[in-house]
């Protein structure tokens, strides 16, 4: 595990507990629920996507360092699967639970059926917190956890990849158990069982920088619909790991400027601009923004409160409720995490202007660039950095202008058309191939 999940950065009494803000599944369902009238879908598709196929749950033993025996519990969650494998990522964290993997694992769905992009969804992980444990507790737990899971995983049925509290070192530690557990004439086309695995062990070329890619080319794209010039805007970003850093080194780039950030630790807020690449060797060494001297300490509640042109939301679900849209002076909200904003506080976002690009459109550019690492390892291709990234440009930008023109069509929001468009391709699937039996 990378530094970052290593040292534990002391939570803020502010942080709401996750099973204290609303069941995330309820969430989910009355987002899809809205699009799915919109397009009239079929009854018995909407009973069907209504739940996931599979829920399964492990709870498996590990020897911590110190001998003792710890039991774990697993989840794999598997929505739907009818436009390819079940795609989704491996989630270490404390507060993981059974609902908020079955919201994840339906969001993968729309998510891939949105790009066109031939997998299903799912999402897993385990109830832990991987700060406290060492290298080598972390690497016996994902291995025992994907012997576990056993053939509920594999490269043409379910297919992990990173998530929070896990990484690419995860991701071969999970594909390395796998190839060892199924027959030796299959252990290279095994590869394929997770993406975002290092490059030396079958990854692709910008796996790394993919969320934080495509959350600026949705950025780009509002930029130019809107004629707003980036060069010198204001950004906040809650949340500083894999999506937010990248999300603000590449605005960076364009000339934004990032003057809140935010995480469990603590917030930092500086009008003159944030260093992200300092910022993020900050964090990889203490695991939070909390300590960095490029920025004044603020509030959560002072940190809403800035005044800015876009914010980004890159930590954990439903950060975003009532109390913090009321607070946002920003032009733009950009979803970099999964879910993070309340139905009711994007109602008073949208009705105060606010332009919301929802999570399954913005911070997909990971489960595209998984797709492409997953079309590498079945050919034994590598794609050049380069070639992988405007393939990623290409398809953000296109599905973008997708979503664009619905919205404009069905005067509906960017989260109900995103929806709209992913289900109409799943019920096209279904009145093709029917119900079996």
Request: aromatic residues 8%; charged residues 25%.
């Amino acid at each position: 595990m990378s530094k970052e999940t290593e040292k534990p950065a002391k939570p803020t009494a502010e942080v709401q507990s996750l099973k204290d803000r609303g069941n995330l599944f309820e969430i989910a369902t009355k987002q899809i629920e809205k699009a799915m009238k919109l397009i009239d879908l079929d009854p018995n598709v909407a009973e069907i996507l209504r739940q996931p196929k599979n829920e399964i749950i492990t709870n498996f033993p590990v020897r911590m360092d110190d001998g003792k025996i710890k039991m774990f519990k697993g989840y794999r969650v598997q929505h739907n699967n009818v436009l390819g494998p079940y795609k989704g990522g491996i989630r270490y964290h404390h507060e993981a639970n059974l609902d908020e993997m079955k919201a994840l694992a339906a969001w993968m769905t729309y998510k891939s059926a949105l790009h066109d992009i031939p997998f299903g969804g799912g999402k897993g992980g385990i109830k832990m917190d991987p700060r406290q444990h060492s290298q080598a507790e972390l690497e016996r737990i994902t291995r025992r956890f994907v012997s576990a899971l056993g053939n509920n995983i594999g490269p043409e049925w379910d297919i992990p990849a990173p998530d929070v509290g896990s990484n690419g070192q995860t991701m071969a530690w999970m594909m390395d158990t796998y190839v060892n557990i199924v027959g030796q004439n299959e252990r290279n086309a095994g590869r394929g069982v997770v993406t975002g695995k290092p490059i030396s062990a079958g990854g692709s070329y910008g796996r790394a920088e993919a969320t934080g890619a495509g959350v600026v080319h949705c950025i780009t794209e509002w930029a130019k619909d809107k004629n707003f010039n980036l060069d010198g805007c204001h950004v906040i970003i809650q949340g500083f790991g894999n999506v937010g850093s990248y999300t603000a080194r590449l605005l960076s780039q364009k000339g934004a400027v990032v003057i809140g950030v935010g995480d469990v630790g603590g917030y930092l807020a500086n009008p003159e601009g944030i260093n992200p690449h300092k910022l993020g060797e900050h964090v990889a060494k203490t695991g939070s923004v909390a300590g960095y001297r490029g920025g004044a300490k603020i509030t959560r509640e002072e940190f809403f409160a800035l005044e800015a042109d876009i914010f980004v939301p890159a930590a954990l679900e439903l950060e975003l409720g009532v109390a913090e849209a009321k607070s946002l002076k920003v032009k733009m909200v950009v979803e970099g995490a999964n879910g993070p904003t309340f139905p009711e506080a994007e109602e008073i976002l949208l009705g105060k202007g606010c332009d919301v690009i929802p999570d399954i459109l913005c911070n997909s550019g990971g489960v595209i660039v998984s797709y492409y690492e997953w079309l590498q390892n079945k050919r034994s291709e590598q794609w050049d950095h380069a070639d992988v990234l405007a393939r990623l440009e290409k398809r953000m930008k296109q599905t973008y202008g997708q979503v664009r023109g619905y919205v404009a069509a069905k005067k509906t929001d960017w989260r109900t058309a995103s929806y709209a468009i992913g289900l109409e391709r799943l019920k096209t699937s279904y009145k093709e191939r029917g119900i079996f039996p």
